[in-house]
């Protein structure tokens, strides 16, 4: 049988930090990851450890303001927040010039894009559990294509997923 969708629990920053660093070792240019969550959950967290998997040892912020951060990893990382977008027209922002290249993108708040982004990516739920943000989170992994499948049985052997 075939799994749809992977899962983890996450205790803490560090642990989060750590699955961005197994998932950031094993990208290799070209994907599109979309980080859900609600503010503060630790989506952020979660890109600063893949461009840490990735060799990037600078700082990582949320681009809430600036829109995208470029990392220079190889290849690079383009992590985009669309927290701040509101529906506007992504061909406005050149997304396209990004998206399906060399490098990796990020986009968090994907769901602000509405129906604008590819669907063939690997989607990232990061989950309070029971609202509270002293607990653990629940991160669910959701592989939109057989690219994507292939990278969770690849995660898979690093990284304990519950069933």
């Given at each position: 049988?075939?799994?749809?969708?992977?899962?983890?629990?996450?205790?803490?920053?560090?642990?989060?930090?750590e699955?961005?660093?197994?998932?950031?070792?094993?990208?290799?240019?070209g994907?599109?990851?979309?980080?859900?969550?609600?503010?503060?959950?630790?989506?952020?967290?979660?890109?600063?450890?893949?461009?840490?998997?990735?060799?990037?040892?600078?700082?990582?912020?949320?681009?809430?303001?600036?829109?995208?951060?470029?990392?220079?990893?190889?290849?690079?990382?383009?992590?985009?927040?669309?927290?701040?977008?509101?529906?506007?027209?992504?061909?406005?922002?050149?997304?396209?010039d990004?998206?399906?290249?060399?490098?990796?993108?990020?986009?968090?708040?994907?769901?602000?894009?509405?129906?604008q982004?590819?669907?063939e990516?690997?989607?990232?739920?990061?989950?309070?559990?029971?609202?509270?943000?002293?607990?653990?989170?629940?991160?669910?992994?959701?592989?939109?294509?057989?690219?994507y499948?292939?990278?969770?049985?690849?995660?898979?052997?690093?990284?304990?997923?519950?069933?």
């Amino acid at each position: 049988m075939i799994k749809v969708n992977f899962h983890c629990l996450i205790n803490d920053e560090g642990q989060m930090e750590e699955l961005g660093k197994s998932l950031g070792a094993l990208l290799r240019g070209g994907e599109l990851l979309y980080l859900k969550g609600e503010l503060g959950a630790g989506k952020t967290t979660l890109v600063r450890g893949i461009a840490r998997g990735m060799g990037y040892q600078g700082r990582v912020t949320s681009p809430t303001f600036t829109l995208m951060n470029i990392y220079a990893t190889v290849p690079p990382v383009y992590h985009f927040d669309f927290y701040r977008l509101g529906g506007q027209d992504l061909a406005d922002l050149g997304l396209e010039d990004y998206l399906g290249r060399e490098g990796i993108c990020i986009i968090e708040w994907p769901e602000m894009a509405g129906n604008q982004l590819p669907k063939e990516a690997l989607q990232v739920d990061i989950e309070l559990i029971n609202d509270d943000y002293e607990r653990e989170r629940r991160v669910v992994f959701m592989p939109r294509g057989e690219r994507y499948l292939g990278l969770m049985e690849e995660l898979e052997k690093l990284v304990h997923f519950s069933d």
